[in-house]
């Protein structure tokens, strides 16, 4: 199983790593651009499995506040900073909020984020949440955004698009192979401003809110918990013999899991 850390960062460096490519019978990559990142001649023995979350209804959103949600502990791979950035540059008569979720992983980045948010009432740092009260946070705002360096296959970006919230995005592959390469929500990486832009897109221009909201609806088909379990169940069915499946029946019998 190859999340993003493995699959754009280990493999390219980490012998290890590389060996264990070899010696898996399978390979699963988290979304459809996951594949192009492997040696061509594991091709053949890779899957895509997307994970999944359960679908809730979107949340009372606000009237007077155009509200941002940021998920992500503050550590480099994230990027909050651009995020960050992004909001400073947003006319200061805007109705925005940003909610940050996450916590203080990386010292230094967070005392950074901090800096560049001083005197800003519209960013919201909430430290570190439960997943289901950050879900919940999520289904109340407008807009996710997820300005990452690299993403296997972000849940976060599931769990928004399953309770009804578009998403604005870097545009990296574990991204793009999430909700397509065409999804008009991507940016560069980095870019602060071009973020900018597409947050004051969605504020100012209903068609384009309308646009995203109905691509990322598109997609909801993927990331249902039924899908996902026969996906796991179909690699199973494929790779493990009889004896094992035996043995799991054993194990299942004696109360064990």
């Known amino acids: 199983m190859l999340t993003g850390t493995d699959l754009y960062r280990d493999i390219a460096v980490d012998e290890e790593a590389r060996r264990s490519l070899a010696l898996a019978s399978h390979l699963v990559v988290l979304q459809d651009e996951g594949i192009t990142a492997l040696p061509s001649e594991y091709a053949a023995k890779t899957m895509t499995i997307y994970q999944s979350a359960r679908l809730l209804r979107p949340g009372r959103r606000s009237r007077r506040h155009f509200d941002l949600a940021l998920v992500g502990h503050m550590r480099p791979e994230k990027d909050p900073l651009t995020a960050v950035r992004a909001l400073r540059l947003l006319p200061a008569d805007l109705p925005v909020r940003l909610f940050h979720v996450g916590g203080d992983l990386d010292p230094q980045l967070a005392a950074e984020i901090r800096a560049e948010a001083a005197g800003d009432v519209r960013y919201r740092p909430l430290g570190a949440l439960s ?49 397509g390469a065409d999804y008009p929500g991507w940016f560069p990486v980095g870019d602060a401003a071009r973020l900018a832009e597409l947050i004051l897109a969605a504020t100012r221009d209903p068609g384009y809110y309308a646009t995203l909201s109905q691509r990322c609806a598109e997609r909801v088909s993927l990331f249902s918990p039924a899908r996902e379990c026969a996906a796991v169940c179909s690699l199973l069915e494929n790779e493990v013999s009889v004896e094992a499946n035996v043995g799991l029946i054993d194990v299942k019998r004696s109360g064990r899991n």
């Open 131 to 179: 997943q289901s009260a950050t879900r919940q946070l999520i289904k109340r705002c407008h807009l996710l955004l997820l300005p990452s360096l690299m993403e296997g296959g972000a849940n976060v970006l599931i769990e928004a698009v399953t309770s009804g919230v578009p998403v604005l995005g870097s545009d990296i592959p574990g991204n793009r192979g999430m909700l």
